[in-house]
């Protein structure tokens, strides 16, 4: 009889799950592996923004799924999940029902507005290329459309709010003030020109918040030269099809409002539903198994994960591939019957980019900036990419970008 | 007062008059030029068929209007045209109006179903990168299908049905049975598969009816070996959503109907309709002159444009960048006072690819074929290629591909 393995999501971290678990069964037999997953590609998440802001083709940053599989001992099933059934130990999806042995949840999150009014209707979110797109053809439609727009109106087609002073947001907000400025604006004649104007909305009292005080402080200065107005302390109370209305009373006139505040686990219809913890996340053992469950794991943006000291891990592409990594283990230590692992949390440290030639991070405590920590940056992502094709393909576009610039087409 | 041309259209015929028009008025002082496009791209439109089948990402075979404009003597208004009226010299665009002194009409054709039931509904057209990006998705979606779909499913699934023995057609197939049977079957194991099968239904005695018999035959008998079932002499009388019924009787049953049979020219909403030719053509003089109007040229495929012997020419890129360079002369000897000339048609000749390796052509009336004219047919391509960019990420491409297999991503 198989031991049938069901992977629930095509995202970090379920194909990292998925590639330890391959190498760590490669000798075992009677396994089956199938992995579940709504698009039939990952999305190299991290470079998302350079999608947006016209510096890589939607296609470099994808890697289809099935050519990363073993088809002798494993499945992909291109579905979207309808039901988790831990009582019965079966999943039923839209291509028809899979029991499982083992089961890996790792379906990721979707943006979270937090309730914030007007915010789900009128502002734009990032986690997938179809999000990328509509973010990079609606600027080039507001630039287009302030060509003939009445004089009054052309700073608000111009201007680009970003919420949320994260990661996320920063590398976002840095390759836009590139955009609008490097690449847009020359391709207009004097007279037609949108007034071009980048502004990242924090709310608490700096960017990156949870870095040292240092490498907020160096992100602000680096991206007010490249022309990102940032502004801490300020909270959104309400996102319109004119702009933001900010807590103070303040509005800000902007026809695009990109949303970067934060996340939230995929909801899931989950058989018992009273596992879930109040923020909808999985809350899971120091091995990565749903509490109650010895054969199901939960990892990535959708676990509660806590490392030995109780803190929560955080929602990182970084912490989404070590768990995956110890989840592997686990699962091949349970069938082969060797010892399982608890999951510790060590990050290695982070590497932001603020745009061209300019990057922050900290590297196993240390702190880096400058040209050459933007080209580690681009290295390390580079390196990260699946297969030479489109290693080739980002590099080859990533070189084209220092000599041009960058692709104002539609997506 | 200033020399206002409207070119109305943003490809091939649209951009080469442009172009054209540019050196020609390098040194005329007073000249505006105004390109009207809905799209802020050219499309390269011979290469369409490689989107569709994994070969190129979308944005490689398309450019940004903007970047190829001389802005202080031209704009860009990306906009769609409400109406024309030759009568007042206005042209009406969803940005407001726009009034000539001199018109360029090259907004091209669309999909000419003529008339077959179920055409319009049922069938995919293959002129824009979305048509693109509609059929490479809908062909991996019933791939994907096929693995959870009973057996006897599986062959309608796996069946792509080209209508349609032009060039369009014949290259579609070729680059099709390449992407079916190479790339895509070998990401499915076995026990799972689609049953691949390519139809090229031609209503002619032969494909490629308007080449010399030996073309036809060279390019029927590569395809065939590659795959592709070549059906000569075959109408199309009906499509459904479950495939095609010939006149015959005959029913194919396919997922997914390609309509590559023929196009027609855009419907204008033109001011006096009484121009148009019943065909919707807009019939043209010698200097390629709409009949009545010495202001208004018409070129590309929205034309009738006949040659010295009155003979119709084709409707092809390469007619239109002739016609364009006419057009954009006897503009430029209108307004600076020296001789027009006359447009005549004398075909360079023609390339056709017939999938990897394999092409066939008439080169000056020299027929030719093989691996090497394979290769000439790409570079011929890659150096009508506009920027050095795109150049560059096509043959990087093209080598990749070389050397592994297409990409199976969904767009």
Partial sequence: MHKRIVILGGGFAGLYTYKHLRRLLARVPDVRITLVSEKNYLLFTPLLHEVATGGLMPEVIIEPIRTMLDLSRSDFCKARVKRISLTTAKVETSEGELPYDYLVLALGSETNFYNTPGASEHAYSIKTLADAARIKNQILANFE?????????RSSLGTVVVVGGGPTGVELAGELAEFLNRTLLPTYGAGERAEPSVILLERGERILGYE???????????????????????????????????????RIAARIVIWAAGVKPRVLKLQPPSILEADGRIPVDALLRVRGYENVFALGDLAAVTDAHGV?????????????????????????????????????????????????????????????????????????????????????AWTVNLFSRRDVSEL
């Avoid at 459309?145 to 109106?153: C, D, G, L, N, T």
């Fill in 145 to 153: 459309h302030a060509v003939y727009a009445p004089e009054q109106e």
């Fill in 312 to 396: 929560r891990v955080p929602d990182l592409a970084q912490s989404a591939s070590k768990e995956a990594k110890v989840a592997a283990h686990n699962i091949a230590a349970a069938i082969v019957g060797t010892k399982q692992r608890v999951f510790t949390w060590r990050p290695t440290g982070f590497l932001i980019s603020l745009g061209r030639w300019a990057a922050v991070g900290n590297i196993y405590g240390i702190f880096v900036k400058g040209p050459h920590i933007w080209w580690l940056w681009r290295t390390v992502y580079l390196f990260k990419m699946l297969s030479w094709q489109k290693k080739l393909a980002v590099a080859v």
């Fill in 212 to 250: 040292p005080e240092r490498v907020s402080n160096y992100a602000r200065d680096v991206l007010m030269r490249k022309g990102v107005n940032v502004r801490a302390s300020m909270t959104v109370a309400e996102v319109s099809g004119d702009g933001v209305l900010l807590k103070s009373g303040d």
